[in-house]
């Protein structure tokens, strides 16, 4: 046993010392280096911008109240960049189960309709049709529940709408979104 273990053991330290980096030893091998010659600095320099991290505008809107009569949005104008990535916080402050709301960005002038096609889809469509009038749509957010989306703005300049569809909260709950 104890001569195997003479026999194994400068075989051992002779394959240890061939496999550390040239820098364990101290001695740094100028051949090593030169074929180790891929960094930062040599990479080419590329002059685009890389737009895959673009800037997102964050927004902010609430359903406020309790009661049919008291429902209505936080704000009835938003204001984006055309084409611009949008993070919205939809905050329902509703209490009662009634309460129940939702955010549907549409094309200009076509709140309503988007609305009363939203009430055919019902609960399992999160009262949302899925037509070309519709820009961007927030999941449907319970009492007391905040719901976040993200949607790119639409490229055209102008005021599109924006509505709850859940069933006879459209015409109190409505607002422009002004993309410039």
Known sequence: MKKRFHTLMPL???LLWSCSPPEADGNLN?????SDSATAASAPLNEDQDTT??????LSLHALGNSLDEI?????????????????TFVNEG?????????????????????????????SGGYVPENDLVVASSPIALPGQT??????????PGSYDFVCTY???????????IVK
């Open 30 to 34: 100028v051949n090593d280096m030169a």
């Open 53 to 58: 991290l673009q800037k997102i505008q964050e």
């Open 95 to 123: 209490v009662d189960m009634p309460m129940v709301h939702n955010v549907v960005f549409t094309a200009p002038g076509k709140f309503k309709q988007v609305a009363l096609a939203g009430d055919k889809v019902g609960a």
């Open 72 to 88: 209505k949005f936080s704000k009835d104008t938003l204001e984006v960049k055309a084409g611009a990535l949008v993070k919205l």
């Open 12 to 14: 051992l330290l002779l």
């Open 167 to 177: 069933p006879s909260h459209w015409s109190k709950m409505n607002g422009v979104l």
């Open 147 to 156: 719901v976040e989306m993200e949607f790119t703005a639409p490229t055209a």
